[in-house]
C-alpha cells in the first residue's frame, strides 16, 4: 500500500516559468512532510519541509503548500532554471509514537527545464 | 569532509552470498537508516536506529541485517544475496533535535547476478 504518492512520473517546463510538483498522502497520521531533490549518481539532498501546524513554507525560490483536508501537498519552484533538472521526492513522517524518524517517500518526479 | 560515506560504491554478488555495506557519519547524529531505491518505486526504508544499541525494522526488511554498535557506523548485511535485491542502497542521517531533514551518502549501486 502507497502510502506517499506521486502521480506524475515527470514534469517538463519553461525556464523562468513556474514548476509545480505535487504529492498526496493517504496516512492520517503523517504530520510532517518534506521535500527532497536528486540528481543522477548522487544522493538525495534536503529541499524544504512542512509541519501540518502550517499551510505554507517558503525558503526563496521554493514553496511547499499542504491541504490537510485533500491529504495533499505540493512544490511550487518560480522561476524554474535548468539547474532544477532532478528527481523531486515528496516524503513524510509521524513525530508520535514508534514511527518517529521514519520517512516514508513517493515514488519521484523527474523535472526537466529546458532552456 | 563531514557528511554520510558510504562504501563501497559499485558491487556484483553472485546469488548466495553475503556482503556487508558500510556506512559512516562524523555529524555526531543520533539517528541513521537505510533505503533502497528501485525504478518507479521511490525509496523504500529497510532499517533505522534511533541510537547506539537501537534498531528497528522498516518496509523492506527481509534478507537484511543491521546492527548500530557506535553513533557513527551503521552497516548493512546482506545474508544470502537474491537478484531482487539488486538496487541502488542509501544511507541516511540526522539529529534527533532538528527538523526532519536527513542527510544522505552517495549510494552503492548492487548488482546480484
Known amino acids: 500500500d502507497q502510502q506517499v504518492k506521486q502521480n506524475s512520473p515527470s514534469l517538463s517546463v519553461q525556464e523562468g516559468r513556474i514548476s509545480i510538483l505535487n504529492c498526496d498522502y493517504t496516512?492520517?497520521?503523517?504530520?510532517?512532510f518534506l521535500w527532497y531533490k536528486k540528481y543522477p549518481a548522487e544522493g538525495p539532498t534536503f529541499l524544504i519541509s512542512?509541519?501540518?501546524?502550517?499551510d505554507k513554507n517558503e525558503d526563496g525560490r521554493f514553496t511547499v503548500f499542504l491541504n490537510k483536508s485533500a491529504k495533499h501537498l505540493s512544490l511550487h519552484i518560480v522561476p524554474s532554471q535548468p539547474g532544477d533538472s532532478a528527481v523531486y521526492f515528496c516524503?513524510?513522517?509521524?513525530?508520535?509514537?514508534?514511527?518517529?524518524?521514519?520517512?516514508?517517500f513517493g515514488q519521484g518526479t523527474i523535472l526537466t527545464v529546458h532552456p | 569532509n563531514a557528511g554520510v560515506t558510504q562504501t563501497p560504491k559499485f558491487q556484483v554478488l553472485k546469488t548466495g552470498q553475503s556482503m556487508t555495506l558500510q556506512c559512516a557519519q562524523d555529524?555526531?547524529?543520533?539517528?541513521m537508516s537505510w533505503y533502497r531505491q528501485d525504478p518507479g518505486m521511490g525509496l523504500r526504508l529497510i532499517h533505522y536506529?534511533?541510537?547506539?544499541?537501537?534498531?528497528d525494522q522498516g518496509e523492506v526488511p527481509n534478507g537484511y541485517n543491521v546492527s548500530r554498535s557506535t553513533t557513527e557506523d551503521f552497516p548493512l548485511r546482506l545474508l544470502s544475496a537474491a537478484p531482487s535485491q539488486t538496487s541502488v542502497y542509501f544511507c541516511?542521517?540526522?539529529?534527533?533535535?532538528?527538523?526532519?531533514?536527513?542527510?544522505f551518502g552517495s549510494g552503492t549501486r548492487l548488482t546480484v547476478v
Open positions: 512542512i509541519s501540518s501546524i502550517k
Open positions: 536506529s534511533v541510537g547506539a544499541g537501537i534498531t
Open positions: 541516511a542521517s540526522r539529529t534527533s533535535a532538528a527538523s526532519y531533514g536527513y542527510t
Open positions: 555529524m555526531n547524529h543520533e539517528y
Open positions: 516524503a513524510a513522517s509521524s513525530t508520535g509514537g514508534t514511527s518517529y524518524g521514519k520517512l516514508t
Open positions: 496516512n492520517s497520521m503523517f504530520d510532517y
